[in-house]
């Protein structure tokens, strides 16, 4: 998972460093050999930081890793995923495609339905992101590691025009304010 997320990062022309949340119960070894293996995978640096404990100290050697990774930075190789122009449809299928390794997206009637109110109201080119789990690459919790080949559906999509984006909904998501019936607090 970890090499598929610094090879997602770098499709955009970046450099990657991967910040490592050290424990108090990581061991040396542990931690190295997450360094071994994002540098293997591409990552230019990666770097131990506490900043949970020990706040913006715990976080030095990354702000400086990251400062000197923007001055090994090349601004002329930067992409975007996608066409901002593209249709919605596209933009989302670009998404699933070169981020998450689905074959395809299924849009619901639903969704579909808002997409052609959006570009009607000329909204169409606005960028978009995708709300979906955060514990897969798909828009699956169960489907573990790296995926491939799954159809990702598209229950609904939303605009947040004073912000300038749309937004898809994958699958069960729940969005702000989706919050429990238990509050974590109690």
């Given at each position: 998972?970890?090499?598929k ?17 050290q424990?108090k ?9 997450v ?8 990552a ?7 900043h949970w ?10 702000a400086k ?8 930075s ?17 933009k ?10 689905g ?10 339905a ?5 570009e009607?109201?000329?909204f169409g080119?606005?960028?978009?992101c ?11 919790a ?5 995926p491939?080949?799954?159809e990702f559906?598209i229950?609904?999509i939303r605009?947040?025009?004073g ?8 699958d ?5 304010p989706g919050?429990?019936?238990?509050a974590?607090?109690m």
């Amino acid at each position: 998972n970890l090499a598929k997320q610094i090879a997602n990062v770098k499709k955009f022309g970046v450099n990657v460093v991967v910040a490592i949340n050290q424990f108090k119960n990581d061991t040396e070894a542990e931690v190295n050999l997450v360094k071994q293996l994002a540098k293997e995978a591409g990552a230019l640096d990666a770097v131990e930081s506490n900043h949970w404990e020990e706040g913006g100290l715990g976080a030095v050697k990354l702000a400086k890793a990251v400062v000197e990774s923007v001055k090994h930075s090349n601004p002329e190789k930067f992409n975007f995923l996608y066409d901002v122009n593209d249709s919605v449809e596209g933009k989302l299928s670009s998404i699933v495609t070169n981020l998450y390794n689905g074959s395809s997206i299924k849009v619901s009637e639903q969704a579909a339905a808002k997409i052609k109110t959006y570009e009607e109201q000329g909204f169409g080119n606005l960028p978009i992101c995708i709300a979906k789990t955060q514990y897969s690459l798909s828009h699956d919790a169960n489907l573990k590691g790296v995926p491939s080949g799954f159809e990702f559906p598209i229950r609904d999509i939303r605009a947040s025009i004073g912000a300038g984006y749309l937004y898809a909904l994958a699958d069960e998501i729940q969005t702000i304010p989706g919050l429990p019936t238990h509050a974590g607090y109690m």
